[in-house]
């Protein structure tokens, strides 16, 4: 029943957050007191431990982000609802590598939270349906490319990632700088890459969190 679901939505736009709370209380469920900061929220999902917390990413003090992070390494139960403007695949595969159980965009439905609510409470990670089609033409073609790299290809896709030199991954690894240079070599053409000096470090810039995921 929804009056046992408890729900804490934090958002620092003023109207949002009270249209969105008067409608889930018209849904009936246990609306806690809304939050206009990301301390506040964190304050009152330490407080309160409320069934599911819904945030927006950018907030003053804290972002949604920074709040799921803090609890989740307190331990909290609470399960987490982004609810957001942004449609980048990097700020979307970040959401799901903290866990976070669902995904929305702000311009969805009233009704489209409701649903959302009802497949986190059964354990389903849920979306806008707009991100089927970001994932099938952005994120599911360099998956795909991704499963072309060997271990030790992967390995040195880490290191960069870490801003490690050749030189700096030769030491790390044992290996030649010329086996380095020969693995990076072997991963732009793997990725399908131009052959220049940055084609690398771009690709890995703007697909970390797909590469992070698997």
Known sequence: MNHNISILVADDHPMLLKGLMHELTEYGFNVLEGASNGAKALGIIDSKQPTIAILDINMPLLTGFEVIKK??????????????????????????????????????????????????????????????????????????????LSPSER????????????????????????TVQKHRSNI???LDLPSDSDALSVWITKNKEIFFSL
């Open 155 to 178: 390995t040195i896709v880490r290191l960069i990632a870490q801003e490690k030199s050749s030189k700096d991954i030769s030491g790390l690894l044992a290996i030649s700088i010329r």
């Open 71 to 148: 609890c989740k390494a307190r331990g909290s139960l609470t399960r987490f609802i982004i609810l957001t403007s942004y449609k980048e695949k990097e700020v979307i595969l970040k959401a799901r590598n903290m866990g976070v159980s669902g995904y929305l965009l702000k311009d969805e439905p009233f009704l489209e939270i409701k649903n959302c609510i009802q497949a986190v409470m059964k354990g389903e990670f849920y979306a806008s349906k707009v991100f089927d089609e970001i994932f099938k033409t952005e994120i599911h073609p360099e998956l795909e490319k991704i499963k072309y």
């Open 188 to 190: 732009i053409a793997k």
